[in-house]
């Protein structure tokens, strides 16, 4: 990824962020509330947003790097199976271990009431609009590229043969369409608008 493509997501991000303030600052999430990176039914990302992740992982100590690299294979095995389980990148004190490049699939959640089992977020429909918009903006600027659960997106990045095509500018859907067709992975330039991950939330 170049450093254009990089800043192109931030850009998305902070412009989200600031047109969705008004309405976000009313959220009763805090720092160590973790129901939505635990019961999602999925944490979607685009292949831009899972090269900026990729890098952070590559970034951690020794140590750190193999037992993330552990928990994601363990969570795609896991989430193949039919299960839902807690991100593997939440930390035991309930924080997000990667926060800073977190991908916008978990920038755009918030609820006005703390949330609990039968007790979905709680939002408002203007933002709601407003992420739709970004995450059309985010396929806009990664078309050659793909959207899907992010384990599974990291684990499509790890297979060489996808990682040079899409790095070279390539665009083979073939090369991945075993994967893509089972674990539910969608062409950006195809893809419909996604929904809010999880369960579906209440708008007000």
């Avoid at 989200?16 to 990302?45: L, V």
């Avoid at 990148?89 to 916008?104: E, S």
């Avoid at 040079?164 to 090369?175: R, S, V």
């Amino acid at each position: 990824m170049t450093d254009h493509h990089h800043r192109q997501l931030m850009q998305i991000y902070a412009r989200f962020q600031a047109e969705a303030k008004p309405f976000m600052s009313a959220a009763a999430c805090a720092e160590g509330c973790a129901y939505c990176c635990r019961a999602a039914g999925r944490i979607d990302a685009t292949t831009q947003e899972g090269l900026v992740i990729q890098t952070a992982i590559a970034q951690l100590p020794k140590s750190q790097r193999r037992a993330v690299e552990k928990r994601l294979r363990r969570e795609v095995r896991q989430r193949e199976q039919g299960h839902i389980v807690a991100c593997p990148f939440l930390q035991k004190n309930d924080t997000c271990q990667i926060y800073p490049v977190r991908p916008f699939s978990c920038r755009r959640v918030y609820s006005l009431h703390r949330c609990r089992e039968g007790a979905p977020p709680r939002l408002h429909r203007q933002v709601m609009a407003l992420a739709d918009a970004a995450i059309e903006a985010l396929r806009q600027c990664d078309p050659n590229g793909y959207s899907g659960h992010l384990s599974y997106i990291l684990h499509m990045l790890t297979e060489q043969r996808f990682r040079d095509i899409y790095l070279t500018g390539g665009f083979a859907p073939e090369a991945v369409m075993a994967f893509g067709r089972s674990h539910q992975i969608s062409i950006n330039r195809k893809m419909p608008v996604a929904g809010f991950p999880g369960r579906p939330p209440k708008e007000v």
